[in-house]
């Protein structure tokens, strides 16, 4: 480990207003998710939610995480404000070392276009582009040259083992093979790190399994995965399970381990008890 875990982040270049911005470095310690206190709340009326509440902890460059916990636990308010979909009401946020707290709108979304690809269990797909137009999209939106796209689409597409449905339509395709489209627009742009909520959530068993492979591949690979599953099995292919409820970290371990193997195949799925 190094002993420069004190926590100061990198100094910050200038933004360069759009092109090539300025890359984060990973930090000495691979810490590319840390999270101090991090809390949101909700206000609703006279009533407030804390969906995440205090949570603190730190994934390093290639880990494998999932996040399990029962229904309205927090799991996706957490991993949102991990993608900075969302913003904390309290705490901090560094990712690949920027303060996220600190940086403008703009500076964001360069970062998270950079560092972060996200997954959903509705595969958010868009209807009428066909697999290829879709994974291409997010390189449209980060200027990538038109010549290297066709190029980098045709290779995601085979990393997912999708190329001869690349002029297929989402509804042309199969649950899992819309899934697979949505992970290999999310890695397009080479994240750092894979976000995916429930991707396995609409799947049956086979192409679930098929799903957690795929991300397992992508992962040995060195991209780094967080995931959020209610399913038992694809939880314990995790090298690490984060338990979450009622916004709080309840144990963070190895599936192996006493405190995080509730979850083990044979027992009752979280929150059923
Ligand atoms: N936009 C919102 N406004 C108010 N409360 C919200 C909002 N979004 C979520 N919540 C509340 O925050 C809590 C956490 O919600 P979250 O969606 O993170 O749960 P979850 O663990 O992802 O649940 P599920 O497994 O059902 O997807 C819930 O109590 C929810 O009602
Ligand atoms: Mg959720």
């Known amino acids: 480990m190094s002993p420069a875990g004190g926590g100061s982040a990198p100094a910050r270049p200038a933004g360069t207003g759009g092109t090539g911005p300025p890359g984060a470095e990973p930090r000495a310690d691979g810490a590319v998710i840390e999270l101090e206190h991090l809390s949101r709340t909700y206000r609703v009326g006279e ?89 291409e999209l997010p390189m449209i939106l980060a200027g990538v040259d038109p010549r290297a796209r066709a190029e980098r689409v045709a290779r995601a597409l085979e990393a997912v083992g999708l190329a001869p449905r690349a002029h297929h339509r989402p509804d ?59 399913d038992p099995v694809v939880g314990a292919r995790a090298r690490r399970i984060l338990r979450i409820r009622d916004g709080r970290i309840l144990s963070d371990g190895p599936p192996e381990s006493p405190a995080a193997a509730g979850g083990r195949m044979g027992r009752p799925p979280e929150g059923v008890a």
Request: glycine share 10%; charged share 20%.
């Open 47 to 135: 009533s407030e939610v804390r969906a995440v509440d205090d949570v603190s902890l730190v994934i390093r460059h290639g880990e494998f995480v999932a996040l399990m916990g029962p229904s309205g636990s927090g799991k996706s308010t957490l991993l949102n404000l991990v993608g900075c979909l969302d913003t904390p009401t309290a705490g901090a946020y560094r990712l690949a070392g920027e303060a996220v707290q600190d940086l403008s709108e703009d500076r964001l979304a360069e970062v998270r276009q950079r560092e972060i690809g996200f997954i959903f269990q509705a595969y958010h797909l868009v209807p009428r582009m066909t697999a290829a137009r879709n994974v």
């Open 172 to 230: 042309q395709l199969s649950g899992g093979e819309r899934q697979r489209v949505a992970i290999a627009r999310a890695i397009i742009n080479e994240p750092s790190i894979l976000l995916a909520d429930e991707p396995t959530g609409n799947l049956d068993t086979r192409a679930g399994a098929e799903i957690v492979a795929l991300l397992e591949r992508l992962n040995a690979g060195g991209l780094t995965v967080l995931l959020v599953t209610h």
